[in-house]
């Protein structure tokens, strides 16, 4: 007669190991939910070989770790909330690029350079102009008319709106002048080129360190124009802002 039922108080202690259990003879849907605990597992029992790939874990709780033990990982781990780190919250983290387009008063307009950002958090980290790709490949000019003191206009909005007012000065430049009567070229070193931005808007202004700007260095407007037939005109910045979240 077949035996249907054995047990456990029938079975000597560790009677019945891994070895002598057939791989594959027992099965999740064998195991009752919450059947085994971890007080019910040796060390060291289940190891990487034995686990199947694309393992899922249910659980409205925490996973954690006891001791100082790491966990790794040879491919990404993703999370659909949040990351946090010691007592910081890593809540946000994006790479991006946005328009900066150059144009002048005699139809000269640049559409190839682009300002590249990564935002970490709250931070937005910007710099350009770069025309070409990345790398070594980089150049930070623009091309325009060929038309002397012509007036420029810069078109460009950051990718998250700031909470603070602020601006970048470049510290390079070519072919830049101010068009304030004085047109007095950037080579004279009295000024340099300079991006301004308000609090609550992502609009960038393009003006100049020297003018008068009331404490918010987009309140001027656009003060800048070519100066001279030359087409191509520089500058380049780098910054960092602070945006809502």
């Not at 057939?22 to 849907?29: H, K, L, P, R, S």
């Not at 937005?124 to 490949?137: C, D, K, L, Q, T």
């Not at 007012?165 to 070519?174: K, L």
């Not at 101010?178 to 004279?188: I, M």
Request: glycine share 12%; hydrophobic share 40%.
């Amino acid at each position: 007669m077949a035996i249907d039922t054995l047990g456990a108080n029938a079975l000597a202690s560790n009677s019945v190991t891994s070895a002598k259990i057939v791989d594959g003879a027992v099965v999740a849907a064998d195991v009752a939910d919450g059947f085994i605990t971890t007080a019910k597992l040796a060390d060291d029992a289940i190891t990487g070989a034995k686990l199947a790939n694309d393992i899922a874990i249910s659980t409205t709780g925490n996973i954690a770790t006891t001791g100082s033990g790491t966990i790794t990982s040879a491919g990404l781990i993703t999370a659909t909330g949040h990351i946090r780190l010691g007592g910081n919250t890593l809540d946000d983290y994006e790479e991006g690029e946005f328009a900066f387009t150059l144009t002048d008063a005699n139809s000269g307009s640049d559409t190839d350079n682009k300002m590249r950002y990564v935002k970490v958090g709250a931070m937005v980290f910007v710099e350009g102009p770069n025309r070409g790709s990345a790398g070594s490949n980089v150049s930070q000019y623009a091309l325009l008319s060929g038309t002397a003191n012509s007036n420029i206009t810069l078109t460009a909005s950051l990718p998250f709106v700031p909470i603070e007012t602020g601006m970048a000065v470049s510290g390079i430049h070519r072919n830049l002048e101010k068009r304030d009567g004085s047109n007095e070229n950037a080579t004279s070193g009295n000024w340099l080129p300079m991006i301004g931005w308000v609090a609550g808007s992502a609009t960038l202004t393009l003006t100049d360190t020297q003018s008068e700007k009331s404490y918010s260095a987009s309140a001027g407007g656009h003060s800048l124009r070519k100066a001279d037939n030359r087409t191509n005109i520089v500058m380049g910045f780098n910054f960092a802002y602070r945006t809502a979240s």
